[in-house]
């Protein structure tokens, strides 16, 4: 009999099952051999669809049959084969359709003995037998590895937990691309066979660095800046290309806010990856709204937006035909992207996900604003990115104006990857960079009421205040307009669709830039990433961190000898915070200034020694319970469903925004036909708001639900009350419990 994998393609040409397994293990090998495992990829790739070589399946490709598990033979097999060895071989190739499940040895084993026919999840055995499925093998002329090496027994031995499952994963992920890639060019082949998508561009780290050199030669030329910030500047940016020449390994690089560090760590990154010989460089950011931003400064340097060599890849993204591809798996020389999207895929248990990890190997992978990690996530990302650095050639760097005392956490992260987290700072101490960007004075107000707070902002031509809630950004932004100041103040929180953010953001530089009286009342959305230079910022009481972020929002170019920053202590009844996590770190601010009347926030010592006390009071809260078990347990299902960076405890709102009523119109008449997808999802998201509603909140009295073709529930919702969408301050349903959202 003739054994098929996939049914025909448009030139009426089926694939046969040798030929499928050939493909893939070709590909995978190739994949996993950047990190010395080619042959336990290869061996994963040539059993992953065992399971196809049966009548059964067949019947499924005629569509006779349905619900049959073709995956579970192979990893018997595997287990069969290779004993110890194929642990994680057996678990990729289990889970290539239905996503990793756990990597305790005994259950492996009795999840893939079949004793029944039927699987756990309703499914029907291609074949049970695993020893007459492999006879196919050498029937159609393939060979199996005669052994290889797996670090996972080992790492599962010493109980290394983190790295035993991330171990699972790019193996996994190797596989699953691999699977992806082939089957693509099955099916879009003609006569003469397979046709591949072109791969990704490679990076040319030299090149580049000749070309990011220019680029900056040509902004000092065009510079406004203060001459001493130029000097911190520059000073950064040589440190940095002076630093990519170190060994590969793990690195922090503390500079102040506005000294420059996205240009720096670029010329770190190139530097690096030259000396290296790394395949890609990967920019991790916190926050959407600095995505796109720092993308077109990178764009700037290599040229073209629709240039292949950089990859922005975030929800946002409206990306071409080549570029959705490449976001796939990652196949692109210079990768920008969120901490959501990068630290879930490691963290994940579905191929769509982990597919892109292989590619994250040999690679320089850099960490913008790298304090805004939620601590339950503490510990295990630390442990994957260490090891991360120590397995599979990676180095990563993380960037920021307030680095975390994280290597306080290194004898806990040690208990799950061994080679612990102890990094290098890349900044010598000798430059001094905080304290030669001191552009600031910070006044620490204590308490004050509202009104004072916007009779204070009244009187300032050009002034920034940041509070922690949404309703006291609202609230303030109307007191302060209260005060006669109506056509020159703005509001900025994330009850705003991004476009309307983006809008705000782009008025506000505008009126800077010519002088204009200008004040802007914001959440803490605004304080990372976002380029504004202001000469007086007023910030509410909150964690350290925070406060430096706004404080890199004041006197940016060094235009005055010193910006204002005050900070304020809300009415007790209004100090609430958007996590009990930023309450605890605000209160922490707040100890530390009963001891010592004045904080700093210049000085490296005082933001250490801030994280060391706050780090030591909460030590308990770094390590998510759910998580820990999980993990604990190798259960990679569980493990991905609480690994959650950012809690999905919001509904997604698209609203009447008015410069797109037409974009928004257009979407509401494709929802209500049920077409509901990857298209509309990304035209939806730029006029969209997250909202976190209760069952009495009003949101539900002026919404309309969307749901897809089947009518299943998306979590997307239709703004139907214009009128509660605000041209100023954005979604306003009328409730009145606060909203702790930024």
């Not at 029937?139 to 991330?166: C, H, Q, T, V, W």
Request: aromatic residues 8%; glycine residues 6%.
């Amino acid at each position: 009999m003739t054994y098929y994998a996939h049914s025909e393609n448009k030139f009426n040409i089926k694939e046969l099952v040798a030929d499928h397994l050939r493909e893939t293990a070709y590909l995978a090998g190739q994949f996993a051999s950047v990190w010395g495992r080619g042959e336990e990829a290869k061996a994963a790739g040539l059993l992953h669809d065992l399971g196809k070589y049966t009548d059964l399946f067949q019947k499924v490709l005629r569509r006779e049959e349905q619900h049959i598990d073709h995956a579970t033979p192979g990893a018997l097999a595997i287990l069969k084969r290779y004993n110890i060895q194929g642990l994680a071989a057996a678990l990729a190739v289990q889970g290539h359709h239905e996503g990793l499940m756990c990597g305790n040895p005994r259950e492996l084993q009795e999840s893939v003995v079949m004793k029944n026919p039927i699987s756990s999840a309703g499914k029907t055995f291609s074949s049970r037998d695993a020893d007459n499925l492999l006879l196919h093998l050498g029937k159609d002329g393939l060979s199996l590895p005669a052994e290889f090496k797996s670090d996972y027994p080992d790492d599962y031995k010493s109980n290394r937990r983190i790295a035993a499952m991330l171990y699972v994963r790019m193996l996994y992920s190797a596989l699953v691309d691999a699977d992806f890639l082939a089957t693509e060019a099955h099916f879009s082949g003609d006569a003469n066979g397979y046709r591949y998508r072109p791969d990704g561009q490679k990076l040319d780290p030299d090149k580049l660095l000749s070309q990011l050199l220019g680029h900056v030669a040509l902004i000092r030329q065009k510079t406004t800046a203060d001459k001493k910030i130029c000097s911190v500047r520059d000073d950064l940016f040589q440190a940095c290309l002076t630093g990519g020449e170190i060994k590969r390994g793990i690195y922090t690089l503390t500079a102040p806010t506005g000294a420059g560090k996205t240009l720096a760590m670029l010329a770190f990154a190139l530097k690096h990856a030259a000396s290296h010989t790394l395949r890609r460089i990967l920019i991790v950011l916190p926050y959407l709204n600095i995505i796109e931003q720092n993308a077109n400064v990178y764009r700037k340097v290599i040229g073209g937006e629709e240039n292949e060599l950089l990859l922005a890849d975030h929800s946002l993204a409206d990306l071409p035909e080549e570029q959705r591809l490449l976001a796939e798996n990652w196949d692109a020389p210079i990768v920008v992207t969120t901490t959501v999207r990068f630290f879930e895929s490691l963290f994940a248990n579905r191929s769509s996900s982990c597919r892109r990890l292989h590619n994250i190997a040999n690679s320089v992978i850099l960490f913008d604003e790298a304090q805004s990690m939620p601590p339950g996530l503490a510990v295990f990302t630390l442990a994957t990115l260490s090891h991360l650095a120590k397995r599979f050639g990676c180095s990563v760097v993380f960037s920021t104006a307030t680095q975390p005392a994280f290597e306080d956490f290194n004898e806990k992260v040690k208990s799950y990857a061994a080679s612990g987290w102890e990094p290098q700072e890349l900044i010598p101490r000798e430059l001094q960079l905080s304290k030669r960007s001191r552009r600031v004075k910070v006044e620490w107000l204590g308490q004050a009421d509202w009104e004072q707070v916007a009779s204070e902002l009244s009187a300032r031509q050009q002034v920034l205040a940041i509070v922690n809630t949404r309703k006291q950004a609202r609230n303030l932004y109307l007191q302060v307009k209260d005060f006669g100041c109506v056509g020159d103040t703005l509001h900025l929180s994330t009850d705003m669709c991004p476009a309307h953010r983006l809008d705000t953001v782009s008025s506000v530089k505008e009126q800077l830039a010519l002088g204009r009286t200008c004040r802007l009342i914001s959440t803490q959305c605004v304080e990372a990433g976002v380029d504004l230079d202001f000469p007086s910022v007023w910030r509410s009481l909150a964690p350290l961190e925070a406060i430096c972020q706004a404080a890199g929002r004041c006197n940016r170019e060094g235009k005055q000898p010193f910006g204002e920053v005050i900070v304020f202590r809300p009415p007790v009844a209004d100090e609430v915070y958007p996590t009990k996590e930023y309450k605890k770190a605000a209160v922490e601010v707040q100890m530390m200034l009963g001891e010592k009347g004045h904080l700093d926030i210049n000085d490296p010592d005082t933001i250490r020694e801030y994280y060391r006390r706050y780090f030591h009071q909460n030590l308990e809260q770094f390590e998510e319970k759910k998580l820990k078990d999980a993990i604990q347990a190798f259960d990679f299902r569980s493990t991905a469903f609480h690994y959650c960076w950012i809690p999905d405890v919001t509904i997604n709102i698209l609203v009447p925004y008015e410069p797109k009523t037409d974009l928004y119109r257009e979407l509401c008449d494709e929802a209500r036909k049920g077409e509901f997808g990857r298209g509309w999802l990304r035209r939806a998201r730029p006029i969209s708001v997250g909202h976190r509603a209760n069952s009495k909140s009003k949101i539900w009295g002026i919404v309309e639900e969307v749901k897809d073709r089947q009518r299943e529930r998306t979590g997307w919702y239709i703004l139907l009350d214009p009128a509660a969408y605000s041209p100023e301050i954005g979604l306003n349903p009328g409730d009145s419990s606060d909203i702790y959202l930024a």
